[in-house]
C-alpha cells in the first residue's frame, strides 16, 4: 500500500506530492496518521541546507512535529492503541522521516496522548517548542514557586510556552518583546519588558531592584545570550539557552557568581538517547493543557497541503504564532 508525502529534492527547492510506501510497525514503533503537521524555523533552516546540527539528507520528508490518530501498533507497545490521538516530535531530521506526510512510523517513546481540550492543529503546535521549554526552564534550572524568570522573546514558539510553563510552577514571570507584542505576554500572565527601550542595566533595576533575575531563558541567541549573562541573579542565578551560537564572553556571567545550561533538544531524535523523557514531557504538558494552563499561540492564518511552501515563507518572515499545515 501507498500513501501521500511531500518532499524536497535541493535545498530551498519546492514541495513536490508524492507516493512513499505504507511503513509496517515494528516492536516498539506506532504507524500514525498525520491530522496536523507544525512547521518551526528550524524546519525551514533545513530545508535551506543552513542547519549543520541538525541535517536531513536529500531528498527528504520534512516536518518535525505533529498531530495525529494511531493505526496500528507494534507487538511492544502498550501505552497506545488505534484510535488513539497523539502527538510529538517524531521526524524530519538525520534521515528520519517527517511530518508533511499522510502518515508516520514513530517512536512509541517520542509520542503522548493529545491534548482532549486542544485540536488536532493546536496539538501539533507545541511538541518541537514545548519540549525545549520544559528541558531548559524544568530539567536544567529546576523552576518553582516564588522565583523570578526572564524569557527572551517571550512572543515566540519557545517563549510564549516557556511563559505559561513557568507561571504554572509558580514562578513570577518578565518577557522581553518588541512594543508591538506586549499584548502577548500580557495575555499569558508575564510582565513585558521593551527590550529596545531599556537596556538590561535598567529593567534589571526596575524589576529586581538591580538583583538580576533568578533564570534568564535566552530563545533567541547572539546578543541575547551576552544579555542574559548580565542580568541573571548574583550567585544562585541561572541562564539558560537553546541557540548558544556564537563566540561568548563568559566572564559577566563568571564575576555574578552564576550558572549557565545548554539546551539541545533534537539529541534524542538524532542519537535514539533519552527519547522516553520527550513523551513524558508531552505527557505532563498534555495535562497542563486540559487544566487550562497551556495555549499554544496560532498564527491566524490557516494552511493546507497545497500551501507547504507558503507556510514556511511564513515562518520565514518570522509571522506570529504557530504555524500548522492541515494533512
Keep these: 500500500m501507498q500513501t ?15 507516493e512513499i510506501a505504507l511503513p509496517t510497525p515494528t516492536a516498539d514503533q506506532v504507524l500514525v ?73 514513530a517512536d512509541a517513546a517520542l509520542l503522548a ?3 482532549r481540550s486542544l485540536s488536532m ?34 512572543a515566540g514558539g519557545v517563549g510564549h510556552v516557556g511563559v505559561q510553563i513557568a507561571r504554572a510552577f509558580g514562578a513570577k514571570v518578565f518577557a522581553t518583546v518588541s512594543a508591538n507584542k506586549k499584548h502577548v505576554v500580557e495575555s499569558y500572565g508575564a510582565t513585558p519588558i521593551d527590550y529596545r527601550a531599556l537596556t538590561v542595566e535598567q529593567y534589571i533595576a526596575e524589576h529586581t531592584a538591580g538583583d538580576g533575575f533568578d533564570i534568564v531563558y535566552d530563545t533567541v541567541g547572539g546578543s541575547t545570550l551576552d544579555a542574559s549573562f548580565l542580568a541573571v541573579r548574583r550567585y544562585t542565578g541561572h541562564a539558560l539557552s537553546c541557540l548558544g551560537w556564537g563566540t561568548h ?8 557568581g552564576a550558572t549557565y545550561s545548554g539546551v539541545f533538544t533534537l539529541m534524542p531524535l538524532l542519537t535514539g538517547f533519552g527519547r522516553a523523557h520527550h513523551g513524558e514531557i508531552l505527557a505532563r504538558c498534555a495535562s497542563m493543557a486540559d487544566a487550562g494552563r497551556l495555549h499554544p499561540l496560532l498564527n491566524q492564518q490557516r494552511f493546507t497541503t497545497a500551501d507547504i ?12 504564532g504557530k504555524v500548522v499545515v492541515e494533512i
Excluded at 501521500?4 to 527547492?13: D, F, H, P
Excluded at 511552501?309 to 506570529?320: C, I, P, Q, Y
Design 4 to 18: 501521500r508525502a511531500w518532499i524536497i529534492e535541493e535545498s530551498n527547492g519546492p514541495f513536490r506530492e508524492t
Design 309 to 320: 511552501a507558503a507556510a514556511h515563507a511564513a515562518v520565514e518572515a518570522g509571522s506570529l
Design 113 to 115: 496522548h493529545k491534548p
Design 33 to 105: 496518521r498525520i491530522e496536523a503537521s507544525g512547521v518551526n524555523p528550524l524546519d525551514t533552516k533545513i530545508r535551506a541546507g543552513n542547519a549543520g546540527h541538525a541535517q536531513q539528507p536529500l531528498p527528504a520528508v520534512l516536518g518535525l512535529d505533529m498531530a495525529g490518530t494511531v493505526v496500528e501498533t507494534g507487538s511492544a507497545v502498550t501505552a497506545f492503541k488505534p484510535g488513539d490521538e497523539v502527538f510529538g516530535m517524531v521526524g524530519g531530521v538525520g534521515g528520519h522521516q517527517g511530518t508533511l506526510a499522510e502518515h508516520i512510523l
Design 121 to 154: 492543529r493546536e496539538a501539533a503546535a507545541l511538541p518541537l517548542v514545548t519540549i525545549t521549554a520544559w528541558e531548559g526552564l524544568v530539567d536544567r534550572a529546576r523552576v518553582g514557586s516564588g522565583q523570578s524568570v526572564l524569557i527572551h522573546a517571550g
Design 249 to 256: 564572553a563568559l566572564a559577566p556571567l563568571s564575576f555574578r
